[in-house]
């Protein structure tokens, strides 16, 4: 697959990571689709994309029929989708105990059923031209666990085992299916999900010291490792799971 002119589909792609994987891409030569649940969010970050042929689009990941009319507008303003990025994640920090199914719903559909819709869109067509790229942003909650984000564990570790065994179903036709698990990440999101805690800046201030690192990832730490899962270099590497967390975890 060459990724010059390919078409790269990235969900979540008006947020912090988000948009640090679609300026990566847009870079590499590919013409970027962002997808965000904010169509002039995302609008404004194709704008912002080097080179050319970006293009913003709304798409709420968790309704199938959302994303498959994003899709068509996609493939008919670009062309077949070639890399898929899911990054489109929400969460809060809540106790099990005081979680309820309506929440349960929301994280599920978001973070995991989100994901199922988009390689439900885009495999099909990747089997049919014999090349792909689906790379998944996880969170290494998924891998080791994370207090206060049991039912958001549950979900991105649902991400992680659906990705192995897509990837051993499209092996043969030279698509592959990865997952990049960030460990804490210094974004706008965990810092509204931290606001609402009474101690959330000894929150941060405590996962910060769990990293061997000393400092929490930028959302720029994130997007180098899944620009390279998506590009042709990563054509052998498939099923595999990257923490990419300062040492956080070694594991």
């Known amino acids: 697959m060459n990724p010059l002119g390919s078409v790269a589909l990235v969900t979540g792609g008006a947020g912090s990571i988000g948009a640090a994987v679609c300026h990566r891409l847009a870079a590499m030569g590919m013409k970027v689709a962002v997808a965000d649940l904010s169509g002039d969010a995302a609008t404004n970050t194709a704008s912002a994309l080097p080179g050319g042929g970006h293009l913003g689009v709304a798409m709420d990941v ?8 994003a899709m068509d507008l996609v493939t008919t303003q670009l062309g077949p989708v070639d890399v898929l990025v899911n ?11 005081d979680t309820d199914p309506d929440f349960w719903d929301r994280v599920i559909d978001i973070n995991y059923r989100g994901v199922l819709n988009t390689c439900r ?8 031209r014999r090349q792909g790229r689906i790379v998944s ?34 092996a043969k036709a030279g698509v592959t299916v990865n997952v990049v ?4 990440t210094d974004t706008p999101l965990i810092r509204g999900m931290a606001e609402e ?9 405590a996962l910060t010291k769990a990293v061997p690192m000393r400092r929490l990832a930028e ?6 490792a899944v620009a390279f899962l998506a590009s042709a270099d990563a054509g052998y590497i498939t099923g595999q799971t990257l923490s990419v967390s300062g040492g956080l975890t070694m594991a």
């Open 197 to 205: 805690l009474s101690s959330g800046e000894k929150f941060l201030d």
């Open 181 to 184: 698990c960030p460990g804490p």
């Open 121 to 128: 869109a885009v495999v099909p067509s990747m089997l049919e």
């Open 219 to 224: 959302a720029d730490d994130i997007a180098p």
């Open 137 to 170: 942003v996880a969170s290494d909650a998924a891998r080791v666990g994370s207090s206060l984000e049991t039912i958001y564990s549950g979900a991105k570790g649902a991400v992680v085992s659906f990705s192995k065994s897509l990837a051993r179903e499209v």
């Open 87 to 97: 990054v489109a994640g929400w969460d809060r920090f809540v106790a099990f105990v």
């Open 62 to 69: 968790a309704e199938l029929v959302a994303v498959d009319s």
